[in-house]
T-cell receptor
């Protein structure tokens, strides 16, 4: 099955700096890569996603890049703000039995934006 | 749009009892729903995938007789933890998606504590 590795596990940056989180996946059949932000005790919230036919996608301060050959993708957050502090999960989707796309999650990155 | 609710938000029960958790898609038809378990400071682990009107597909290592899943309609899936034990204490989160989109929308989660 799919295996997703995520680094770093914790990341501390100064407000206004950029943050980069990296993930690698194992199954070349994976074709959908979402990123979720989860605040303590809350539900994961989709912040950006990318499909395998695209190399890069940007939404305001957030961008994601995908390298299919190397099977890795990254989340870039620019001009970080304290409210960006949370746990971020990458995921890779592979079509499962019954037609439902199963998400395999990375281990998470605790981002702390310091004033 | 794309709102998913869960009920209850938290539950405390005695060892040996059964607990039912409901997951509802409020403004879209969820052809597929997923159930995850998340232990403290860990990632989301997929337990099972359920498609409306058919039996759930369980991930390896998840006991289907212990975690009963029913997806009787396009807006409701239920997870019943039977004969719960303290080791079943966790944060249970559902997600839902439509047939033709990969995006999964997560519920707020249910915190289960088994005494």
């Amino acid at each position: 099955g799919e295996n997703v590795e995520q680094h770093p596990s914790t990341l501390s940056v100064q407000e206004g700096d950029s943050a980069v989180i990296k993930c690698t996946y194992s199954d070349s059949a994976s074709n959908y890569f979402p990123w979720y932000k989860q605040e303590l005790g809350k539900r994961p919230q989709l912040i950006i996603d990318i499909r395998s036919n695209v190399g890069e996608k940007k939404d305001q301060r957030i961008a994601v890049t995908l390298n299919k050959t190397a099977k890795h993708f990254s989340l870039h957050i620019t001009e970080t703000q304290p409210e960006d502090s949370a746990v971020y999960f990458c995921a890779a989707s592979i079509r499962g039995t019954g037609g439902g796309n199963k998400l395999t999650f990375g281990t998470g990155t605790q981002l702390k934006v310091e004033l | 749009g794309a709102v998913v609710s869960q009920h209850p938000s938290w539950v405390i029960c005695k060892s040996g009892t059964s607990v039912k958790i409901e997951c509802r898609s409020l403004d879209f038809q969820a052809t597929t729903m997923f159930w995850y378990r998340q232990f403290p400071k860990q990632s989301l682990m997929l337990m099972a995938t359920s498609n409306e009107g058919s039996k759930a597909t369980y991930e390896q290592g998840v006991e289907k007789d212990k975690f009963l899943i029913n997806h009787a309609s396009l807006t409701l899936s239920t997870l019943t933890v039977t004969s719960a034990h303290p080791e079943d204490s966790s944060f249970y989160i559902c997600s839902a998606k439509t047939r033709y989109q990969e995006t999964q929308y997560f519920g707020p989660g249910t915190r289960l504590l088994v005494l």
